[in-house]
């Protein structure tokens, strides 16, 4: 159980500096059960809070916990260079309390991204010590062959690599896709992969990862909804 002011509520939230926050309270923008609360001072138990600010019911939340639906054309970035940055597709509120995307998907790459500002959740989802496996959809340029599938299992080599690298899993989905199961996440690694196998990956798409699938979530491009405690207790390594 804990207690925080109500502008610290707002500024923990995303809402701006505590000065801004205090505003906001003192001309009559909060409510809190349908009542308005102008007093930036009270002191408000945050354990299953919710607020309404803005025209917008908001869950206070210690962490924020996200999935994306990453569309093509976008930086995982806070300081995106020739695309637009992911953090323009959610909410202003996440990028003032520094939410920031776990791992990054090359800005051409479409699918499953999370993303919080909780830092051992971050690290320990990008830590290769974890072995959390990724699952990805690559369009080739040319045809898929058996061998091709094969070199993947097997390894192949890449420029700067101290030894082979090999897919966790891999099968053919279509005549120019394969899926694809990866556990490293070197820089990538899809893309060079497919080009020392001899072949080109036209499109890429991370469509799950650990035990979370992108299509049980059902998100369109560009949508994001919050992890639950069930949905990340599935980020986890599996079976293939």
């Given amino acids: 159980m804990s207690k925080l002011s109500l502008d610290r509520i707002l500024q923990s939230q995303g809402f701006g500096s505590r000065k801004y ?32 600010i803005f025209e917008e019911d908001w869950e ?29 597709l959610l909410p202003e509120q996440f990028s003032w309390r520094d939410v920031q995307p776990v791992g990054r998907l090359d800005h051409d790459t479409t699918g499953m991204l999370l993303m919080s500002d909780d830092g051992p959740f971050i690290h320990a989802q990008s830590s290769p010590k974890r072995h959390i496996p ?51 996440g070197k820089y990538h690694q899809v893309k ?27 998100l369109k491009e560009g949508e994001w909804s919050y992890l639950s405690a069930e949905q990340i207790a599935l980020l986890v390594p599996s079976e293939i």
């Avoid at 962490?63 to 323009?88: D, M, Q, W």
């Avoid at 061998?147 to 097997?154: D, I």
Wanted: some cysteine.
């Fill in 21 to 52: 926050c205090r505003e906001l309270v003192s001309d009559g923008e909060v409510s809190i059960a349908g009542e308005v609360v102008d007093d930036y001072k009270l002191s408000i138990e945050t354990d299953g809070l919710t607020f309404h």
């Fill in 60 to 88: 206070y939340r210690e962490h924020v916990y996200i999935v994306l639906n990453k569309p093509a054309n976008f930086e995982c970035s806070r300081k995106p260079s020739h695309h637009p940055g992911v953090l323009t």
């Fill in 134 to 184: 990724k699952v990805y959809q690559a369009t080739t340029a040319e045809p898929v062959s058996s061998e091709l599938v094969n070199a993947l299992l097997t390894g192949v080599q890449l420029h700067d690599e101290p030894a082979p690298l090999a897919a966790q899993w891999c099968r053919q989905l279509d005549t120019n896709q394969i899926e694809i199961v990866l556990e490293q």
């Fill in 192 to 218: 060079r992969m497919l080009a020392a196998a001899g072949n080109h990956c036209a499109a890429l798409q991370r469509t799950a990862i650990g035990q979370l699938t992108l299509e049980s979530l059902g």
